[in-house]
RNA sequence: GGGCCCGUGGCUUAGUCCGGAUAUAGCACCGGCCUUCUAAGUCGGUGGUCGGGGGUUCAAAUCCCCCCGGGUCCGCCA
């Protein structure tokens, strides 16, 4: 609807520059705390022309003409700056069209592209940590937004299946006397908390013993040249594992389209062609056995290994075949990736291109989250596991919930705490932009305060609690002439935009702070303005504004993969 | 040492790509609002050299250069 309103603008306000004589190829439209948009075309052209912007803007405000049929409802000059303002047809309409929409309000126009989207891909060697839970939290919500915004989107996690750190837990579970070990963190079916055990024992008589490593490279020479007893068992592992990395990305509503395994690209050659292709061009060399190709040619001073001395692949080149695959399946493919991976993902991207491939994958890089004492590590036990989080965030919604609603029955109170509880864990991650870096503390990630979620489900809820106690009927939107009436339906109008500009930018926080915008100015509406007290056509106007509030706030708690409760 | 990212009130953060009108919110602190649709709410107040220094511009948190602090990576880990 804003979209529609801007370009209303854009055009009449270029009409009138150009009936004033003037020549602009950018209006500088943009937002503006006076007005539903402002232009400061004038002091652009106030340099090109010689003139004071004021009378530049004056000028072109008398030339301006709004034509019928449009949103815009004025203009005004203030000193050099151009103002324009919405009119009732723009609010009437947005409120015709979210109650028509329902809960596809917000959805854009198919689009052409398919997307493969990779996000998680974190290491079977353990549980979810909530620093590497920032990557499926960012992933699916982007997921989420380019769905909404028309593309057709296959979400994929690559299973880092055959890396030396699986053959370290094989050896661990072979070798490793359950009994020494300590008890797992979990203690029902979480088979990832048992894997991390082995994972870090096994690491630590690595580092006592280098019997121990030699041991575990024969497990990993087993397994390339093929052993099917061997590959087996690290299918077993790998699979146990994320057994477990499944079940807790469940209790926050993330799956994926399909599970990539790293295995299947060299098993079905593609990462030998990919090394016979690159060997042959100039940029190959031979170190130490070890082949390298030099990318200083493309800005990238250190060389790009693609395998060890003994001619095993690494990780990286793995993933060149990835990609291709990737690029043959879709036509735009998107990483979210941590940080540490930009060398790593500039050299594939080169790679790829020598190879051909035109286009290069879109990458969404996301600082780490540290813990006050330092970076966290599976490996070394120094984590806060996320499903510690989850249950924890839990406890302290129903605390919270047993406060409030004690009338409540018990699995209704249990239902609201934990969707309150995976709600403030979603959005408290996705909420600050990706390249922030997070320090991890327990009172700032469960504050259920205005930044969380609970305070958007909250509105929901409210919107619900009206709706319960009254009927949806005809209504004329013209009554609607309150301040809060107007700010929220103007409010309510952005979220297409946000959606595409979230699409666009890849940037999940936009879709946050504007949710908790939107529940804010429903907040204030609902504390100033009676709707079931109010009488006849005015009450049945402004149930259907709760409604219209209730539609939009769903419909962005559902981008951001939170559940918008009907009570809490 | 080099590359990339971050640095905005006591803490957390928006805005930076695409320069414009009093820099956005939350927490904390101070003071109002529940006989009225769920107060997980709402209204007001205190608090900011936008890391520092130069430069470009009519105009810089935003663009350019230098520096400082933090993160991250830098050939056989993934």
Redesign the pocket.
Known sequence: MFLEFKNGVKSLLRGAVEAAGYEAEDL?L?M????DI?S?VA??L??RYGEQ?QIIATKIFKKIQIPKGSYVNKADV????I?FYVNRGFLEDTIKKISTEGENYGSLPKKDERIILEHTSV?PTGPLHVGRGRNPIIGDTLARILRRAGYEVDTQFYV?D????IATIVWGYDKIDPNTLPKPARELGKPDHDVVRYYRRANELISEDPKVDIEVNGILAKYESGDPETIQIFKKVVENCMLGQRQTLERIDIYYDRFVW?SQFVRDGSVGKILEKLKKTRYASL????L?LDLREFGL???F?L????G?T???TRDIAYHLWKFDHADVVINVLG??????MSQLQTALKILGIEKEPKIV?Y??V?LPEG?MSTRDGIVVDLDDLLDEAFDR?YI??Q???PDLPENQKRK??GI?GMGAVRFDTV???P?????FRWE?AL?????GA??I???H??A???LS?ASLEDFDPSLLKEPCEVELIKKMAFFPGIVA?AAH?L?P??VA?YA?EL??KF???????????AEDDLRKARLALVECARIVLANVLNLLGIIA????
Request: glycine fraction near 4%; include cysteine.
């Open positions: 500088c943009g503006s705390a006076y007005a402002a400061s002091f652009k106030s340099s912007p203030v000193g050099p700056y103002n290491n880092n055959m890396g030396r750190q790293e170190r130490e056995g070890a390298t001073e250190k060389d290994v395998t060890r001395s003994d095993i690494l990780y990286t940080e540490d991976q930009k060398l790593a890089f600082s780490f540290s970076r919604a919270e919930v406060k409030r609603r609201i705490a309150v909420k600050v932009a390249e922030k870096m997070i320090t700032e504050d259920f305060e205005k930044q609970p305070f489900q909250y509105a809820a409210r619900c609690s009206i106690k500009s930018d940037k926080n936009i702070i908790r529940a804010e907040n204030q509406f609902y504390l100033h303005i009676p709707v079931l007290k409760p009907e009570s809490m």
